[in-house]
């Protein structure tokens, strides 16, 4: 029986290691990427309920100073 190890079998794993850290690194900024691309959509998507929320008030805002001031007149 032969314990001797076969350290040709050894010359690829700083390759392999160079391959698990490039395939990490692509797997980290592909995931980042879409947090920022998911983010920024939120965000858009938050900028327009913004902006429809303030339109509606601005009209509610008109119809409260017509009323108000149709109100004056009455008077």
């Given at each position: 029986m032969d314990h001797?190890?076969?350290?040709?079998?050894?010359?690829?794993?700083?390759?392999?290691?160079?391959?698990?850290?490039?395939?990490?690194?692509?797997l980290c900024l592909g995931f980042a990427g879409v947090k920022i691309y998911q983010a920024k959509k939120e965000e858009a998507k938050l900028k327009i309920q913004r902006a429809e929320q303030r339109r509606?008030?601005?009209?509610?805002?008109?119809?409260?100073?017509?009323?108000?001031?149709?109100?004056?007149?009455?008077?």
């Open positions: 001797m190890i076969n350290w040709k079998a050894l010359d690829n794993v700083p390759l392999l290691f160079y391959i698990l850290a490039l395939k990490t690194l692509v509606i008030a601005e009209q509610v805002q008109e119809l409260l100073d017509n009323e108000l001031l149709d109100n004056k007149k009455d008077n």
